[in-house]
């Protein structure tokens, strides 16, 4: 018995050899069997009372209640950020489309170039409700897709990060976010002869003639920055209605006689100044805005990123395009999912016989001299022509996907003019039509074709055409006009390509009046002593061709964005009457160079119109 003890006892000995080796190699490691029994044994240090306990445990239950609550509102809002994407047009009409224009218009962003304004590039930042905090990030998309670029949103984990994405430029006063918007331009122009038009080029009045005229020896070079924009544009939801006030200005204004000699003191116009108010699917607009005529990227939207006129640098953007800043009213409906929309629109209407950009003006016979700058605008900045109605403009316009844009269009207009050497009354209804296509191929290639006619209707072709001509006894003649624009835009990265195709032409209207002398538009000599002389001004067709890029060295939706735009242009116009010896044509190449920093542009999402 004594040896069966023994040796349970040796066996226990050397089972607990090793955790006395653990206990002298490892000092972290305490695992005696002394202090297991002592741990075991002991009395509990510290246990919460159960009243404790029950509170953290409601605390807990509390915090998992307002975590669901949140993201059940980030549901909801994602829900409604989706819906907006799928409405294309909703970006251009809330708060978060902000666009700050390439060149003409100021608030879409150019990160490309401009015509008299350029075109657009857009930065949006769109802000959640302020009980989830969630804001979303803005970005700047480049004009020559002139596409609403979905923001994207950020996570709860960012809301530390939100405040830095917003603008500091972009505030809210009550219930109404303001966003200055604008850019600063640096312009250069070098043309082979002297056109005399500053930055925008008079298509219609290239110089013309030989050896003799010092226009078509000289070049002509300028830097300007008259093209910069400032701005602003307001957003607000009222009563159950979305509403947008937008204004903008540019330096293009009506030249001092001093303006290149000392100061260069030019002069602030207005551009655009309107309200526009949209509750479900109808809209309403009131004020200076892009004329209906002007063609859409988008809808039929008026914010200056969703209108086309070119990424040129010229600010009489491309040759060809119809295009009008016209006092106007407008009533648009939009179908669902905003695939389609429907819109009809007054504008301020204007008797126009030719005389500016360039264009020179129709002539009038014997009887009624009296008509220009009176009963007809000749370009002088008269008032003073008795306008029997405003012009009646319908668009139809249909965006199937984001790669098509395709919309179709007419005008009604409505002349009247008295002859007071016979007291006779006459009027006269004119009319023209537009079909526009755009279309990308690719992502970021995109083909369009922007096609007009009209019949006294000269004047949306930026002033080229006259709208009519005067017969002997004083009745009005219309004058056919129409235009092409055909071209393609290409974006990589930050830069942008494009190249377009521009024509206008002008039928002759010749009349002749009681002396036997040829007068209106497009005639020749004739061959009466005393009759009026045919002008080289009286143009039968205009073209320009143009290439050229949009670099943005940098953009940030928080600070802007810094570009280099370019544009190269080759125009010719063909009079149709050419005197002895002169030339068949006039022509002129030109080169643009232009420096931007565009203002950011931001504002907070107040959702769907009429949520408040």
Known sequence: MRRILVGFVAMALMSAMPTFA?????????????????????????????????????????????????????????????????????????????????????????????AESSSAAKNAVMAGNESSSVATNATAANSATAATTPASVASPAAAQGDQATESPLSFKIGSAYITPVGFMDFTSVWRSRDGGSGIGTNFAGIPYGGPSVFQTNESELRFSMQNSRIGFRVDANVKGSHVIGYMEADFLGNAPANLAVSSNSNTLRSRLYW????????????GQTWSLATPNRVGVSPLPGDIFFSDNMDTNYQLGDVWGRIAEFRLAY?????????????????????????????????????????????????????????????????DPSKRLHFEVGGIARFFQLYNQTTATHFSATGGGGFANLDFGLTKNFRLLTHNYWS???????????????????????????????????????????FGYYGLAYIPRNVQIDTSGCSVGWGFGPSGITGCPSPSSGQNRSIQEGTFGFSNNFWKDAKYGALSLIGQYSYVTRNPWFVATGQPNNAHINMIFLDLRYTLPGSAPSLGKPGKE
């Open 334 to 398: 939009h179908f669902p999912n905003d695939k389609a929309a429907f819109a009809i629109a007054l504008d301020s209407p204007d008797q126009y016989m030719g005389g500016t950009n360039g264009s020179t003006t129709i002539t009038l016979p014997a009887c009624c001299a009296f008509y220009q700058g009176k009963e007809l605008d000749d370009g002088t900045g008269t008032l003073a022509p008795p306008n029997r109605g405003p012009d009646i403009i319908a668009k139809l316009a249909f």
């Open 275 to 286: 309200v526009d108010l949209r509750k479900g699917a109808w809209e309403v607009l009131g």
């Open 455 to 497: 019949d006294g209707g000269g004047r949306y072709l930026f002033g080229q055409a006259p709208d009519m001509v005067i017969r002997a006894d004083g009745s009005p003649s219309l004058v056919h006009s129409g235009s092409t624009v055909d071209g393609v835009e290409f974006t990589h990265s930050n830069t942008t390509l």
């Open 22 to 114: 653990n206990s002298d190699g490892d000092k972290s490691k305490d695992t005696s069997v002394a202090n297991s029994v002592a741990k075991a044994t002991a009395k509990p240090e510290t246990v919460a009372p159960a009243t404790e306990l029950q509170k953290l445990r409601d605390l807990i239950q509390a915090q998992q209640q307002q975590l669901t609550e949140q993201r059940k509102a980030l549901d909801d809002q994602q829900r409604e950020i989706n819906a907006l994407q799928r409405q294309g047009r909703d970006a251009s009409v809330s708060p978060a489309s902000v666009t700050l224009e390439k060149g003409v218009n100021s608030a879409g962003v150019s990160l490309a170039g401009d």
